[in-house]
């Protein structure tokens, strides 16, 4: 039987070989992942990674937000970038092009909630809006995992959801649109099917919810 995790450690980079259990078991399922030691090294990781020119969507993360992902990708002019042309878009008359410009991106690039030492990973939205793209609708994914992500096993992926995750994003939400946020859909990823296409780049270091 699994320990429970107190809800604390979910803010606390994870040892060594727990990260290294965990990649070894993404890596059995398909995934390529890389352990990398920061945020520095994930960036030019990004770069390295993604091709110029490509239709990039980011998924909303505190992990791109706080380690300039994002702005790199949405903001450097070396890519197509998807979000900052869907935020300038109507919802209502342009749906049908915001709902397609998401679901199928050259590349999409973002985070996850929670990584499981079985090879799972594990993610939360409101929108649903980037996970169409992760589940298999875009040519490639990239997720860029802190430490403190990493979790034994599902049940506890989904404490970490309800306990840790949501009361920061609601936080967030509050604070910058005025309600709460909530998790509306869950999307799990047991393994990757087609060799190439799912990459997690896995920090030794703690960035993001």
């Known amino acids: ?19 290294e259990r965990a990649a070894t078991a993404l890596a059995a399922h398909g995934f390529d992942v890389e352990v990398l030691d ?35 990708i949405n903001a450097s002019g070396r890519y197509r970038a998807i979000r900052p042309r ?3 878009m109507d919802r209502v008359t342009a749906a049908d092009d915001i709902r397609r410009l998401t679901a199928s991106p050259d590349v999409i690039v973002g ?13 939360a939205s409101g929108s649903g809006s980037q996970l169409p793209g992760y589940a298999g609708g875009a040519a490639r994914a990239i997720w860029i995992v802190g430490a403190q992500k990493v979790v034994p096993d599902l ?5 970490r959801v309800e306990d840790h995750c949501l009361p920061l994003e609601s936080a967030r939400t509050q604070k910058a649109h005025g309600w709460p946020s909530a998790v509306n859909r869950l999307l799990v990823l047991n393994a990757e099917h087609r060799p190439g296409r799912g990459t997690v780049l896995l920090l030794r270091e703690a960035i993001g919810f």
Do not use: H, K, Q
């Not at 969507?57 to 702005?71: D, N, Y």
């Open 1 to 19: 039987m699994t320990t429970p995790m107190p809800a604390t450690s979910f803010a606390d980079p994870v040892p060594a070989e727990r990260l």
């Open 38 to 72: 920061d945020v520095a090294a994930a960036r030019s990781r990004v770069r390295d990674l993604v091709p110029e020119g490509a239709s990039v969507f980011t998924g909303a993360s505190e992990t791109l937000r706080r380690s300039g992902i994002e702005e790199d």
């Open 86 to 88: 869907v935020l300038a």
């Open 111 to 123: 985070s996850v909630a929670a990584l499981t030492e079985t090879g799972s990973l594990v993610v």
């Open 155 to 159: 049940g506890t992926a989904l404490r």
